[in-house]
């Protein structure tokens, strides 16, 4: 087929997928007050000073973070943060992007979760999950667990793990969860069931995920990636390059058969495999200036769905980040703000100002002042909760004497 062809017919099949998704009526029933939006989370970002290195997700092994130029970091990413690269169990950056996300909408995120094992950086990423959920407690957020099942096989590979106990394993991690995270008042749960998601299809397999969920005492509202496990209740979407608004709405015309379903809102897809020679690219999903975002965000607050999943925070490698960065700042927050006055039902006061607070916090806590008119703990820590209560009033002009004094 002559390749302008080939482009025609996929241009055609992406705009009429952009005019289906309005119109998707999946079979879940939400009223606007009822429904949650979850930005997916990942903790697995390790930088100095907080650790001895700075960790795989900003170096990809290939460049070093130290070699500041300009003000600027080399990363594995396209996009740089705002508030500059950073590690995922300093707590000062937890509240930071806690607050963000409240004051653009957002009700509590999605974790990746890598399990118990201290294997590769497990144990990093528990521990980043542990402080999290800490902030997320005190800023009274929710969160979901999305279990990374494909360390069953990498642990099986690398002899920590007997290939007869992928399901034992799986259950005393369930187990763990339920014990420790899923009877926590800020978990969520549908119908009293607590949600667990889990990525991608290459841990356990359809049999073993319904063997595994047969093992639990309580039920759960698992969700499987993309397509409905047969265990599950149903599935959650996730952006896949090269096919953007059409695997969309093919998400969206599956879901009907389902009990339930968590759509996904994304902004773009820009990956940095190939650039750091780890693997060829999984393609692309063009940013279009905003309106990829503010597209699968309508369609998901249209959906009817419970759940909405926003994919992602904070995927720098992936470029599919709503976190704030240089070359995008708060365009995407602020479009967060604008879905949640037109679909939410409820009413929302921060307004676009209100986002330069967070980063003015963060500024206080990194660099604490020694004069005498310099911020004690307390009062940052007042301050926060004043911004995480949408209490904004007044609050930009304090943090601004304080920065003078500092």
Not at 58 to 84: C, F, Q, V
Not at 166 to 176: G, P
């Amino acid at each position: 087929m002559p390749l302008f062809r080939c482009v025609v017919i996929l241009a055609c099949l992406y705009f009429a997928a952009l005019a289906q998704i309005a119109h998707a009526q999946p079979s879940n029933s939400a009223t606007p007050t009822s429904r949650l939006v979850l930005a997916h989370y990942m903790p697995w970002f390790t930088a100095s000073p907080v650790n001895r290195t700075w960790g795989w997700h900003w170096t990809m092994n290939k460049l070093d973070p130290n070699l500041e130029t300009d003000g600027k970091r080399p990363i594995a990413a396209h996009y740089y943060p705002l508030s500059g690269p950073y590690d995922s169990g300093d707590m000062a950056i937890l509240e930071y992007q806690l607050l963000l996300m409240k004051l653009s909408g957002v009700d509590g995120v999605n974790v990746d979760w890598y399990g118990l094992t201290d294997y590769r950086d497990y144990a990093i990423l528990h521990r980043n999950t542990q402080r999290l959920i800490e902030q997320l407690q005190r800023f009274r957020m929710k969160f979901i667990i999305c279990y990374e099942d494909q360390t069953i096989p990498a642990l099986v590979e690398a002899k920590r793990l007997d290939a007869s106990k992928r399901i034992e394993h799986a259950a005393e991690e369930l187990r763990w969860l339920k014990k420790h995270w899923f009877a926590m008042d800020n978990y969520v749960k549908l119908d009293k069931k607590p949600v667990l998601l889990s990525f991608g299809q290459a841990g356990l397999s359809d049999a073993e995920w319904t063997q595994c969920l047969a093992q639990l005492s309580t039920p759960i509202a698992y969700f499987s990636q993309h397509h409905r496990r047969e265990a599950a209740l149903g599935a959650f979407d996730w952006p896949v390059p090269n096919s953007g608004m059409v695997s969309v709405q093919r998400f969206y015309d599956q879901s009907q058969a389902w009990a339930e379903s968590i759509p996904v809102a994304f902004p773009r897809f820009h990956d940095y495999y190939a650039e750091a020679q780890v693997h060829d690219s999984w393609g692309s999903i063009g940013d279009d200036s905003g309106a990829t975002f503010a597209d699968t965000l309508a369609a998901a607050y249209q959906s009817k769905s419970r759940l909405i999943q926003i994919a992602t925070w904070n995927d720098w490698s992936e470029g599919t980040m709503i976190e704030p960065s240089r070359e995008f700042v708060h365009r995407d927050l602020i479009a967060l703000q604008d879905a949640r006055k037109k679909w939410s039902g409820k009413p929302f006061r921060p307004t676009e100002d209100d986002l330069k607070l967070p980063s003015m916090l963060l500024h206080l806590r990194q660099k604490p002042g020694s004069n005498e008119g310099a911020p004690s703990k307390e009062q940052l820590d007042a301050i926060a909760l004043k911004i995480s209560a949408g209490d904004t009033q007044g609050v930009f002009a304090i943090l601004q004497d304080w920065m003078d004094k500092s």
